[in-house]
């Protein structure tokens, strides 16, 4: 794998709460740098990220219902439609894990699907948390995901335990198939770590150590 198609399918992220202005900065700035497509922080800076990053043609980012996943639709919708016209493209919302594991599935599926609604058209995201999950909640997760319209299934936050793991990676690929895409997040530290990501099925990749993934050198795939 070349090392600028890994650049481009990473998702840079800067989530922490405790995260400043200058931060903020900073990180934009190693995203022009290192030439990076999509950056993701959260709903305060999504302004701030915009103004910084739209003059490069960088796309920015907003998790919905961050980090928990237990906001109201009603809720997230507004969160949605207020990141949107604050300059963010991409949509990460996080599922109603009370309602799967309540086996509330239509509760879950509309959760999705007005948020869906609510991106008019930008890409969404559902992280499902799988560290939080047995293999059959992470089966219905995906299974709903694709019902609701939404564009991919994401493994996790980062934040709740767990994180993407080459298994889960190649389950959700086999559930969703063609009809979503699978992103990987929580726990990718290294070049090594994403090649074997990608190789296991993931389409897009999300982390806060992207700087140090795609400056670590080779390993045994191809650059």
């Given at each position: 794998m070349e090392k600028q198609h890994l650049i481009d399918i990473i998702d840079y992220t800067l989530l922490k709460p405790t995260v400043s202005k200058a931060e903020i900065k900073d990180f934009c700035q190693e995203t022009i740098d290192y030439g990076?497509?999509?950056?993701?922080?959260?709903?305060?800076?999504?302004?701030?990220a915009y103004e910084l990053l739209s003059p490069h043609g960088i796309k920015v980012g907003v998790p919905i219902g961050f980090s928990l996943g237990g906001a109201t639709t009603q809720t997230k919708v507004a969160e949605t439609k207020e990141?949107?016209?604050?300059?963010?493209?991409?949509?990460?919302?996080?599922?109603n894990l009370g309602a799967l594991k309540s086996q509330e599935y239509d509760v879950v599926k509309h959760d999705?699907?007005?948020?869906?609604?609510?991106?008019?058209?930008?890409?969404?995201?559902?992280?499902i948390e799988n560290g939080l999950l047995t293999k059959e909640e992470k089966v219905t997760a995906a299974k709903l995901t694709v019902e609701a319209g939404a564009d991919y299934?994401?493994?996790?936050?980062?934040?709740?335990g767990g994180?993407?793991?080459v298994?889960?990676?190649?389950?959700?690929?086999?559930?969703?198939?063609?009809?979503?895409?699978?992103k990987a997040a929580g726990g990718i530290r290294t070049y090594d770590d994403?090649?074997?990501?990608?190789?296991?099925?993931?389409?897009?990749?999300?982390?806060?150590g992207a700087v140090a993934i795609v400056s670590g050198g080779t390993s045994h795939a191809a650059y």
């Open positions: 990076f497509k999509t950056v993701f922080v959260n709903p305060y800076y999504v302004p701030y990141a949107i016209q604050n300059g963010a493209v991409e949509i990460d919302m996080l599922m999705i699907a007005e948020v869906v609604k609510a991106s008019d058209g930008l890409t969404t995201k559902v992280i299934v994401k493994t996790a936050t980062g934040f709740n994180g993407a793991t298994e889960d990676v190649k389950l959700l690929r086999s559930v969703v198939g063609d009809h979503a895409g699978v994403a090649i074997a990501i990608v190789e296991a099925g993931a389409d897009r990749i999300g982390a806060s």
